[in-house]
């Protein structure tokens, strides 16, 4: 079992940055692979990107390509979503996902455990 929390998000105007953190506890995280995943109001949840368990693979929706970067950091149980050029339609609740595998891919029900999620806003 493993245990979630998203931080990070907030209210940020177009063009900004925010890093988002996923910190799980309860288990080693270097044996799971982490997504995340977003969704926005009115909207079903997307695939954002996702990270294999030590970080050497990493895949990327086409919306977020080029502008969001995962990163881990296993010594301190942490992933990383760092966004940058934020857009509007960026907009949305961001959920760090994770499943007991090296890789996991786009589909969200491959993951097993869900943080709780966080806001991001992005304001024109």
């Known amino acids: 079992q493993v245990q979630l929390v998203e931080s990070g998000g907030g209210l940020v105007q177009a063009g900004g940055s925010l890093r988002l953190s996923c910190a799980a506890s309860?288990?080693?995280?270097?044996?799971?692979?982490v997504g995340w995943f977003r969704q926005a109001p009115g909207k079903e949840r997307e695939f954002v990107a996702t990270?294999?368990?030590?970080?050497?693979?990493?895949y990327y929706a086409d919306s977020v390509k080029g502008r969001f970067t995962l990163s881990r950091d296993n010594a301190k149980n942490t992933v990383y979503l760092q966004m940058n050029s934020l857009k509007n339609e960026d907009t949305a609740v961001y959920y760090c996902a994770a499943r007991r595998t090296w890789y996991a891919g786009t589909a969200g029900y491959e993951y097993n455990y869900w943080g709780q999620g966080t806001q991001v806003t992005v304001s024109s």
């Open positions: 309860g288990r080693t995280f270097d044996s799971y692979a």
């Open positions: 990270i294999s368990w030590n970080g050497g693979r990493t």
